[in-house]
């Protein structure tokens, strides 16, 4: 990570290029230029909007880089103080000023002078944030994001030690994927046993978020905290029943072929049962793949493996090597997670991972990769609003580009029978993760309709969900504390509510993007960047439309995609499937 933040390629027109932000009372000046500021004509108000977005960019990534610095050293206090003083003295003030510079612009009678399908988005968005916007939420929303950083600081610090060695549970998991089923047996339960010492923290912790949410649900006239989400994250293409009827796809169209992967894994091992430390084991029983030891073998082959499909996909990843933008190991004190983070003023975003050698931190890095290309992609759009991506098409660009580099991990395994073993993980890892990211979802449903339960009534019903989509061929006796506490461990649901299952929307757009591949590799690439090339500035369906795949997650396409993977993966075929 660098120590010098680099300076932007656009040069500024409204900001001076020396501005440092310490304080609400630095950028002011420039929200009260912006209320204040007579707009006489269709162009002063396009010059306005400029202005503005410019201003929202270089905000945004000030908050980026402050998030970026924190996660990458939970330990340091100095650096989480500058971001809770962004997010509780900076973001109030930034939201009030927000409001009146959304309704200067809704009630501008040149408003309707402006080109309709270029801003038919953004007017969208302002008029939806006008609506939910509530002058009692803003202390609440940084009371929120304050609490929300908690998580990480909490998993940050949970280490085991084995072997002598203090690991950190990334590092641990490498020993799930053991030969030796003692092995894995006894670090699982070291993994479990740690999770347990901070179970009851966790628990505090969610409860208060769903108060704090759920208030502000209320005050922004929302029956529940579920339905003012779905309004602040704008699904304006889809609805509640849409991810309801998402739910029971996944059920019925994709539990069954997770169980034919379970029941093939359980033969190959041999055992008459499968127990939760049998799951990452490869089921031929084979040493674990590692496709790389250092951080720089996975950066150099990553790169590589890009310039493969297109030599401007690995220039992307050099750029942001070469600027430190790039943070990759797992090590203690560091959040848990992986993400991609778009600064929308420099145009170069920053990868963030803990990778520990293994062929689930490959994935991650491609998957990160396909956010990093589309943020460049994307660069060119001069109105930030169309950089702020929704996560249904975010997800698509990088769940695509884990399918579409997968000929290309050849970089990584030398061995073809690695190879192969490689790509069955990540097909077989579309299959299960699909029900997970349903549960997931399904949970968080209940949980903001239910905002009063008992912490004993949560952990009841997440059981009840993943029952709901369960095999039934894991057998988790004895151990069914570890199974009940399991939703602690996905970020989302501390962090990011209900954004989850844009990941299964997306998964579902990257399979036929992948299927389109297959066939047409350069025509299906030239769609995919002309997709991400659009950013954020249509509305969802044309940009997948655009891809040259369909925006829909209804049964018979899930089933129909669901097909093709087990057809990959030479699972039998379902006798029902017409």
């Not at 920053?350 to 589309?374: C, K, P, Q, W």
């Not at 989302?492 to 844009?502: G, L, M, V």
Request: aromatic share 12%; charged share 30%.
């Amino acid at each position: 990570m660098p120590d010098e933040i680099s300076k932007p390629d656009r040069k500024r027109r409204f900001l001076p290029d020396n501005l440092v932000i310490h304080s609400w009372d630095s950028i002011r000046i420039y929200f009260s230029d912006l209320l204040d500021r007579p707009v006489k004509s269709p162009a002063d108000l396009e010059r306005w909007l400029f202005d503005r977005s410019e201003l929202n960019a270089v905000l945004e990534e000030e908050l980026a880089w402050r998030y970026i610095k924190m996660n990458c050293d939970t330990a340091n206090k100095q650096l989480s103080e500058s971001f809770n003083q962004f997010v509780t003295e900076i973001e109030p003030e930034i939201s009030r000023f927000s409001d009146l510079l959304d309704r200067k612009l809704v009630g501008s009678p040149f408003l309707s002078k402006l080109d309709k399908r270029k801003y038919l988005i953004l007017i969208r968005a302002v008029r939806n944030r006008i609506k939910i916007f509530r002058e009692e939420n803003i202390p609440l929303f940084a009371e929120l994001q304050v609490e929300e950083q908690k998580y990480g600081k909490i998993s940050s610090e949970m280490t085991i030690r084995y072997n002598g060695k203090e690991l950190t549970l990334q590092m641990a998991g490498n020993y799930l994927k053991e030969i030796n089923r003692d092995v894995r047996k006894q670090v699982f339960i070291l993994i479990h046993e740690r999770r347990m010492k901070d179970i009851a923290e966790l628990q505090d912790l969610f409860s208060t978020l769903i108060e704090r949410r759920d208030q502000v649900a209320k005050n922004a006239g929302f029956r529940n905290y579920r339905d003012f989400k779905f309004a602040e994250l704008g699904r304006f293409d889809y609805t509640v029943n849409d991810c309801e009827d998402f739910h029971e796809s996944i059920a019925e169209e994709v539990c069954p072929i997770a169980e034919e992967i379970l029941k093939k894994r359980r033969e190959s091992l041999g055992f008459d049962e499968l127990r939760p430390w049998d799951l990452d084991v490869d089921p031929e029983l084979k040493p674990p793949l590692r496709p790389f030891t250092t951080s720089r073998e996975l950066m150099n082959g990553s790169i590589r493996c890009l310039q493969n499909i297109r030599p401007a996909y690995g220039d992307y990843l050099k750029t942001m090597d070469q600027k430190g933008y790039l943070d990759l190991d797992s090590r203690k004190g560091k959040a848990p997670g992986g993400f991609n983070y778009p600064l929308y003023e420099s145009n170069v975003p920053f990868i963030f991972m803990n990778a520990t050698g293994n062929l689930r931190d490959l994935e991650t890095m491609v998957h990160e990769s396909g956010h990093a290309i589309h943020s460049f992609l994307s660069g060119h759009l001069e109105l930030v609003d169309y950089k702020n991506l929704p996560a249904e098409v975010a997800e698509l660009a990088s769940m695509s580009m884990e399918l579409i580099t997968m000929d290309q991990w050849n970089v990584f395994f030398n061995n073809p029978d690695e190879l192969r073993r490689a790509k069955r993980n990540q097909l077989e890892g579309i299959i299960l993760l699909l029900p997970w990211i349903a549960s997931v979802d399904k949970f968080q449903h209940w949980i903001y309709l239910n905002p009063a339960h008992s912490i004993e009534q949560r952990n009841n019903e997440w059981l009840a969900v993943l029952d709901g989509f369960d095999t039934g061929l894991v057998n988790w006796s004895g151990y069914e504390k570890y199974r009940e506490h399991s939703w602690q461990k996905q970020l989302h649901i501390y962090e990011s509510p209900f954004y989850y299952i844009e990941y299964g929307i997306a998964q579902l757009g990257a399979v036929s993007m992948w299927k389109n591949y297959r066939e047409n590799p350069e025509k299906t690439l030239d769609a995919y960047e002309k997709a991400l090339g659009l950013g954020y500035s249509v509305k969802i369906p044309e940009i997948y439309e655009t891809a040259g795949i369909r925006f829909d997650f209804s049964r018979e396409y899930v089933r129909q995609l669901m097909q093709f993977v087990a057809g990959e993966l030479a699972l039998p075929e379902r006798k029902d499937f017409v």
